[in-house]
């Protein structure tokens, strides 16, 4: 859906998304390296667990909640990337003790 | 790594670094006010400056003369000796100026003589059939991600809407090398007669010449449709089609992203929870707070600077800042107001980023089907509620937002009513029969975000707080 810019100098930070290494650049929030890395990266709701992507990246809509280092429900458009961040597709609500 | 704020007390705290925060906290700390700016993102700008001091579009020209002037205010801010927070989201503010902060994961409790809320806009919700489906995102979003990570789409790509940002947006990924297959012009026929009383103001405004020649540089390259009266998106798990109705003809054309947009309103939470007085706007169509000309709301020591207090724009923003932390000065040092440029060449300023404002509001105040839907089309994202479910309940005796909520949750998920509210008033006014204004607004309370019960549990408590609720 989306694709890097040439003029994109920044340096790489790797993440891992589900346990699979994704190059990241220094400044991308989780919610922007989701996005750029081209994997499948739809959460479910809490709901109805029908698929979402980011809607808003400016932290109003909630619909990036994603698990981060172990905790769920994070707003990946407003946490940035760090070297080695553990990411976690989140299907569903938030589980209890995460 | 997180920092706490250095103190407990503070002259001024300005919450939002967006352009009238930035330009706020740079005032009062430089007339010499104790100020801290707390700001919930990553680096300072908001929205329309947003990633300014890190963005890697280096190529000045590609987001535009507009965006860099943010980078002199967020110079002025750091010339001054405002305490700065980033990542610090505010949940809680109250009567008694006492403010609650959650800073990577632990809340920190401040007070503040007086406090300019700077809290912004957001898009406004465009709740069209399959709004929720993976691929359609707002256009801020993708502005969002041209800004700090020079992201452009790269799929088939359909823009749809009204309102300068949506132009802005098409220019500045067509600059970036991003693709773009058709942009839909929702803007009502009857809006352009409609604003024609107002356009004198705007063709005199630097809008003009700015939005008129990135109109021309998007449509020599994209297709524009105008006069939409139809949208939908559909795909199963993913964005698959977009159609729409032009002319009375309708079309369909496979999509992989669509970018939707129709104006900005004010982000209400924190103020409405602090208790400030709101109006609904007729022209804006958005909830208002109700405030004096230096910006100053219903409660006391509160003001609004920015698009909060009303959409205004970046200009606007930055000259209701000013006036704001002026007015903060003249109340707690007198003395040192005298040294800062006259309230009336301020609010002077003002009317002049101000003007041709209504003719904007006119020309791009969004078709009624775009913002009351029907049938299965999700009004509220968060709990997935459908108009047909608001519509039921509203046959069935729920009055208004807050009696909605009994019956289907609407506005209870994690946004707190930021994606669904406006459309919920509109659509059970139209339901009863009455005015936004009569059908009101959900109740807003803290914590205005989410926050973990852990981190309330850690909050510390006096003797006074445990007796008040441990029995025996």
Redesign the interface.
Known sequence: ??????????AQVQIFVDGVAVAA?Q???VS??L??SGRDV?RS?A??G??????????????C?VTIDGVG?RQG??V?VAEGMQIEIQKGKREIGR | MSVAPKREDYDVVVIGAGPAGLAAAATSAGAGLTTLMLDENIGPGGQVFRAISSTPVTDRNQLGADYWVGADLVQALRASNAEVIHRATVWSLDRNLDIAVSIGGASAFVRAKRVILATGALERPFPIPGWTVPGVMTAGAAQTMLKSSALVPDGRTVIAGQGPLLWLLAAQILRLGGRIDRILDTTGRGNYFAALPHAFAFLTSPYFAKGLSMMREVKAKVQVVSGVTELAAAGDGQLASVSYVAGGKRETIPADLLLLHQGVVPNVNLAMAAGVEHRWDDLQLCWSPVLDASGNSSVAGIAIAGDGAGIGGANAAVVRGRIAARAAVEALAPAVAAKLPAMAALRADLAKAERGRVFLDTLFRPAPQFRIPSGDTIVCRCEEVTAKDVLDSVAIGATGPNQLKAYRRTGMGPCQGRLCGLTVTELMAQARAKTPQEIGYYRLRAPVKPITLAELAAVPKSEADVKAVVRG
């Open positions: 859906m989306f694709k890097r810019s040439e003029q994109d100098k920044r650049r400044g991308d929030t922007a390296a996005l750029a739809r709701t709901v109805s029908a698929p979402r992507l980011p809607y808003c990246m400016m932290g109003v809509c909630f619909d909640l429900n458009c407003l940035p």
